[in-house]
């Protein structure tokens, strides 16, 4: 076998469809464009959208109002996690950190009502849900917001 004897495997090289070559082609006229419309005529630029309003006027040209400096984010605490404390202890954001319950050193405690308390407590936090603070006043303990 030489060089000269290789071809292509067959179907692997199609004949280019020539358009606009006369009707007899299947291809002349319109050249399988259709008649009239956008995709009859020239290009269309890549962020045309059909006429409707384009994405670069619908948004706004300035950044507009964000409350994201005035957040406030709490470290949540569940009560289940103040069992750790001794009965009659006073459970506040210093402690649970000095505890280990609270890990980042900024932020305000909210304390969430999953689990149960056994021991009564004062808790001392910068917010509380519902049933967290149903859950330590029924165990005799008492609650203050920060």
């Known amino acids: 076998m030489k060089l000269h004897h290789l071809r292509p495997a067959p179907g692997a090289h199609k004949k280019a469809k020539r358009v606009g070559r006369g009707h007899g082609s299947g291809r002349g006229k319109t050249s399988g464009r259709g008649t009239k419309g956008t995709g009859a005529r020239n290009t269309?630029?890549?962020?045309?959208?059909?006429?409707?309003?384009?994405?670069?006027?619908?948004?706004?040209?300035?950044?507009?109002?964000?409350?994201?400096?005035?957040?406030?984010?709490?470290?949540?605490?569940?009560?289940?996690?103040?069992?750790?404390?001794?009965?009659?202890?006073?459970?506040?954001?210093?402690?649970?950190?000095?505890?280990?319950?609270?890990?980042?050193g900024r932020g305000k405690v909210k304390i969430l009502g999953r689990g149960d308390v056994t021991v009564a407590l004062t808790v001392k936090a910068h917010a509380f849900s519902e049933t967290a603070r149903e859950k330590i006043t029924a165990a005799g303990g008492t609650v203050e917001v920060l």
């Open 44 to 104: 269309v630029p890549i962020w045309f959208e059909g006429g409707q309003m384009p994405l670069h006027r619908r948004l706004p040209k300035l950044g507009g109002f964000s409350n994201a400096r005035f957040k406030v984010e709490y470290i949540p605490v569940n009560v289940e996690a103040l069992n750790g404390f001794g009965a009659g202890a006073t459970v506040d954001p210093a402690a649970l950190r000095d505890k280990g319950v609270v890990r980042r």
